[in-house]
Structures are given as structure tokens and as C-alpha cells.
């Protein structure tokens, strides 16, 4: 069965300080994979997505994403977090359907 | 960029009412749409998929009868929750996939949600 998994629900990091939070998905087929975040009360905003291709993709705000087949990880990473960057994050893989099956998403926590 | 709109951002009805969610791409053309509900600090479920002119697909233990969804047009889809309970007091997203992109591997594109409130 396809799956993805976010194990940490909450991560706390003093700002400017660099983030990763991690990504796991179980597939017996190719997944296209997609980090998004929300804001209190909003929907979501697409961070980046891969693909195909180079497996380092880089998107809006500062944050990168390395896909690792053989991990079967899409971790994100951000070298130096700001406030602003409080939010929720979600994974999200699209598994050769028009679904997207969501992570349970990580909460990121910035402290001053 | 792909704007998806969803209105209202808040509604607060009474118990046994119907309430009507509005999302509409504003800027292309959206064959599929998506619903999805999210209790809070939870991941999103997806309750159904709709394809414009057709009848939405469900996913389990989702009541059709009562979510009804619309999608009459490719740039509109209408959630409609009838006789509304207070446990369907919830968070509830709209997405929308731009029916000029390639199908999978293309992003969702989200509105920002209804608050609805049952008392």
C-alpha cells in the first residue's frame, strides 16, 4: 500500500538555526512528491515538488527537498529558519493516481 | 499564479441548517476538484473528488447525501452540508487541479478554507 509518513508532529527550533523535517513514503510504483504549508487558518501553498529528474529541488522561501529512493525519503531542510516560517508543513505524494494521500504533518515551531 | 477562491472563510449556522461552500479557480480551468476536511492539528481527509459535468466520487464512510457536491462548471464547485450537526463543525479545503497541466504529477492548488461552526 502507498503511504506517507511524517514521524515527528512537532518541531521546535530557535530561529536562524537550520531545519529538516522528515518525509517517508512506502510505494510499489513512482510517486511524485510535493511539501506544503499552511498557515493558521489558510489553506495550502506549495513548497516544492519532485518529480523526475535532479533530486535536490529547491522551492520558494528559502526551502530545499532531497529525494532518496533508496531511503525512500523526501526530507525538507531550510539552512536558517525566521519566524515567519511558523507554521504547519505537510508531505504529500501522488502514487499514479489523481489523489494526493497526505502526511499528518509536522508542526514548526520558531523560537525567538 | 493558480488562484483558487473559497467562500465563505467563516459561517456559523444553526444546528439542523444546510450551508453552502463556494471554490472557484479564478484563473484557469479546473477540470478535477477536490474536498477535504481537517479536524484540528490533523492532516487533511479527503471526503470526495469531483470531475466537472459528473457525479462526484466519494471516498468511504463519507455521506454523499449528506455533502452534497456540485460541479457545473470548470471553474466552480459548490459543498453543500445539509441539516448541518454540530459534529460537522470542522475546517473544510477546496482543490483544485489546472485541467491544462498534465494530470499526476501536476500540484494542487488550495483555497483557504471555511471555518464552519455548528451550534
Known amino acids: 500500500a502507498q503511504s506517507v509518513t511524517q514521524l515527528d508532529s512537532q518541531v521546535p527550533v530557535f530561529e536562524e538555526a537550520p531545519v529538516e523535517l522528515r518525509c517517508n513514503y512506502s510505494?510499489?510504483?513512482?510517486?511524485?512528491l510535493f511539501w506544503y504549508v499552511q498557515y493558521p487558518n489558510q489553506g495550502l501553498q506549495l513548497l516544492l515538488k519532485?518529480?523526475?529528474?535532479?533530486?535536490l529541488v529547491k522551492g520558494i522561501n528559502g526551502f530545499e527537498a532531497e529525494f532518496n529512493k533508496s531511503q525512500t525519503s523526501f526530507h525538507l531542510r531550510k539552512p536558517s529558519v525566521h519566524i515567519s516560517d511558523t507554521a504547519e508543513y505537510f508531505c504529500?505524494?501522488?502514487?499514479?493516481?489523481?489523489?494526493?494521500?497526505f502526511g499528518t504533518g509536522t508542526r514548526l515551531t520558531i523560537i525567538p | 499564479g493558480a488562484v483558487v477562491s473559497q467562500h465563505p472563510s467563516r459561517v456559523i449556522c444553526k444546528s439542523g441548517t444546510s450551508v453552502k461552500i463556494e471554490c472557484r479557480s479564478l484563473?484557469?480551468?479546473?477540470?478535477?476538484m477536490f474536498w477535504y476536511r481537517q479536524f484540528p492539528k490533523q492532516s487533511l481527509m479527503l471526503m470526495a473528488t469531483?470531475?466537472?459535468?459528473?457525479?462526484?466520487?466519494?471516498e468511504q464512510g463519507v455521506e454523499k447525501d449528506k455533502f452534497l457536491i456540485n460541479h457545473a462548471s470548470l471553474t466552480l464547485s459548490t459543498l453543500t452540508v445539509t441539516s448541518a450537526h454540530p459534529e460537522d463543525s470542522s475546517f473544510y479545503i477546496c482543490?483544485?487541479?489546472?485541467?491544462?497541466?498534465?494530470?499526476?504529477?501536476?500540484?494542487?492548488?488550495f483555497g483557504n478554507g471555511t471555518r464552519l461552526t455548528v451550534t
Open positions: 482543490s483544485a487541479r489546472d485541467g491544462a497541466e498534465s494530470s499526476y504529477n501536476s500540484p494542487l492548488h
Open positions: 510505494s510499489s510504483v513512482s510517486v511524485y
Open positions: 519532485y518529480l523526475s529528474g535532479s533530486t
Open positions: 504529500a505524494g501522488n502514487f499514479g493516481n489523481e489523489k494526493l494521500t
Open positions: 484563473d484557469f480551468q479546473a477540470t478535477t
Open positions: 469531483s470531475n466537472e459535468g459528473s457525479k462526484a466520487t466519494y
